[in-house]
Structures are given as C-alpha cells and as structure tokens.
T-cell receptor, first 117, second 115 residues
C-alpha cells in the first residue's frame, strides 16, 4: 500500500459542481505536490507546498484551488471544471522542503481519477 | 531546454525474458536520475535513484545504469514477470531547479509482458 493516501479514488462531477480532492501522508514529509496526468502522458506539476506554504504554482487555472491545512494534509478544491480537466490527479510528498532541494525522492499516491461531464 | 527522451515508446516481451529500457537526457546541471514504475490506475513507485557518481544500482530484478558523460541511463529487467507490465518513467532532477519545478519527466516506456 502507498504511504500517500488520496481520496476519493474516482470522482465524476458536472461542470457546475464544487468538489475537493484530499491527500494525506504521515511520513513527516515537509513538501507536498499536486500533479495532473493525462492518459499515456507523464505527470505534469500543478502546485508545490513547502512547509505548508505554496511555493510553486505552475500557471494553473483558478478553477483549481490548493489548500494545505497542515503538514500532513493537502487538498485540491475544484470548481467550474471543464471536460479537458478530466485526468488522473496525483499527490506526492518528499522529505525535504521542496523540489529546490536536490535528491529528494517523491512518494506518490495512487491518484484520483476525475471525470468531468 | 531540459529534456528527457525514453525509448522504446512501447515494448512487448515474453514472460521470463530480459529487456532494457533507455533514457537520454539533456538536463543541466544534473543532480539525480530516478526510474519509476507506474501500474495502470496507480501512482508511480520509485525503483531506483542515482546520483552523478553512481554507475549502477539494483533493486531486485531491476538494474539501472547511469553514464553521466553521455547523459544516458538504462533500466534492465531480468527474468520478466507478468507483474512487470507497466509504464516505466525516467525522471531527471536539476541541481538548482533547472526547470520551473526542478524535475523533468520522460514520456515513459509502456512495457507488456505476455505469458
């Protein structure tokens, strides 16, 4: 079992709905990440939180809103999504303070499969 | 521009056979290179991580090599099993965040093991 837990595993929502994706890790990692992965493509970075502060936002549309309530939890709030936002959303964590510290292996969750109707 | 190229794009081999996946990169300044295995519908799982000074690293039936001079890495899978069917992703990290996120992902090799 992965040490990064994501819920829900699957989510189907309409374009006007508001939903949230959740991610949890208890490894004491201080950096947490959201990635978006389309079929047969590598993951694309969306956000990085380092010590519970947003350190990287890869020009993600405002319909995606991240939140890091504490060092173990990471949320991704969704609102007014588009069909092209359908993808696998992966959460990851690493021990150090973020990607700018080299050599930090990332532990990924199993993702939330999101479908927008 | 930092890039990671993987080959082949996809590969089908018989169970029990060996195979080698390739990764060429142009990331600079280089920090480390990781191979991940991603099963369908699951998140990537780290297999190996190699720094500049490491040439070879093994994890069970998986052996990764790194040639920092030619900027090439390979992942060799010995005595393949059906459970090895997955996508294998090469990820290269830059020392000071060479890309916007410090990591450059390859597009992966989709490996299918047939009985």
């Amino acid at each position: 079992d992965t040490e990064v837990t994501q819920t829900p595993k699957h989510l189907v929502m309409g374009m006007t709905n508001k939903k949230s994706l959740k991610c949890e890790q208890h490894m004491g990692h201080r950096a947490m990440y959201w990635y978006k992965q389309k079929a047969k493509k590598p993951p694309e970075l969306m956000f990085v939180y380092s010590y519970e502060k947003l350190s990287i936002n890869e020009s993600v549309p405002s319909r995606f809103s991240p939140e890091c309530p504490n060092s173990s939890l990471l949320n991704l709030h969704l609102h007014a999504l588009q069909p092209e936002d359908s993808a696998l959303y992966l959460c990851a964590s690493s021990q150090g303070g973020g990607l700018r510290r080299a050599g930090q292996p990332q532990h990924f969750g199993d993702g939330t499969r999101l479908s927008i109707l | 521009k930092n890039q990671v190229e993987q080959s082949p794009q996809s590969l089908i081999i018989l169970e029990g056979k060996n195979c080698t996946l390739q990764c060429n990169y142009t990331v600079s300044p280089f920090s480390n290179l990781r191979w991940y295995k991603q099963d369908t519908g699951r998140g990537p799982v780290s297999l190996t991580i190699m720094t500049f000074s490491e040439n070879t690293k093994s994890n069970g039936r998986y052996t990764a090599t790194l040639d920092a001079d030619t900027k090439q890495s390979s992942l060799h899978i010995t005595a393949s099993q059906l459970s090895d069917s997955a996508s294998y992703i090469c990820v290269v990290s830059a020392k000071s965040g060479g890309g916007a996120d410090g990591l450059t992902f390859g597009k992966g090799t989709h490996l299918i093991i047939q009985p």
